[in-house]
């Protein structure tokens, strides 16, 4: 490297919507900026996010233009900069980085792997392989479920390693809000992967239990997606619209997190669920289905409950224990808080990045 105390870092993602791997792109990209010459490129400049960066720190490049004219400023950039580290997310901006990277003379390209499933497009699929085994020094994931599923399928074991996601914890420890009413919110895109219908479901169930009780509940899906009007035609369906309310999740969520007092997730299919991380930095309990990594943030029976994929009978009678009792709310929740504290902060996750890159 022509810079060994200061190596010129360049990170690349589609855009800055409102998503996981987005977020974290933005995350590491601001904290290894504190210490390296770092550049987060978003191909598109688009994206709530857009409104939480400062581009006067000049830490950002938006190339413009149609796609090719992207593509050959992404490369002039790459070749200036002489960039010796190169981490894309998601699979176009893995093929495009790692061809580009290449072609530019950047000394070590990673393409990263953000979810717990194989891509259902076989041409991109394949061609994410190859540059996995004929251009990128190495795999980055953030569970070690896709490590497994992406092994099996053929990426070399290796070259593939696992950095879990990481969240700020500024939110101090609460001890939660306790209206009269006990909200429970699941936060996630309207789409199947994240099994709303199991969800509501639970929720039907929970309703014709307490129905003669004299506890008040409610449930709120903050998200956005395709699949909203079928799911308000579901919870119609179970005559719930009294109960269930599906929130805008493109504005301040936070509001959400704040005035809740259970989190819910039951994903079908999950890598490291940021949103669970976030609902334990705000000290809520989990019940949560065991899908991809979700095991290393719930500890059954201590910070919540892990249930398994579309059992909504275990996760109602979760929801029961956790809505009957303020004191185990309160006592999960604070476990929730600490293990994110403890386990899953920036400056662990940082350092597991310094310690790959051998920065």
Known sequence: MNKILKPKIVLFIRSLNLGGSEKQSLLLTEELNKTYDTTLIVFYKEGNLLEHIDETKKMFFFPNGNFFKKSLQIYIFLKKNKTNIMINYLP??????????KLAGVDK??????????????FKRRFQYYISRKIAHGTISNSFKAKEIHTNYGYETSKFYTIHNAIYTLNKYRKGNESEVVNIISVGRFVNEKDYHTAIKSMSVLNEILKDKSIKWKYTIIGYGNLKEELAITIKKYGLEAKIELADGRVNVDQYYKSANIYLSTSMHEGMS???????????????TSAGDTQYLVAHQKNGFLCEIGDFNSITKALLELIKSKELRKNMGLKSYNKIIEEFSVQKMVSNYESLLNL
Not at 92 to 101: D, E, F, K, V
Not at 109 to 122: D, E, M, Q, T
């Open 92 to 101: 176009l901006n893995n093929i495009l980085g790692a061809i580009l990277g």
């Open 109 to 122: 390209i990673y393409i990263g792997i953000r979810g717990a499933k194989l891509k259902a497009n076989y």
């Open 274 to 288: 940021n949103t669970i991380m976030e609902a334990m930095s705000f000290s809520l309990p989990i019940i949560a």
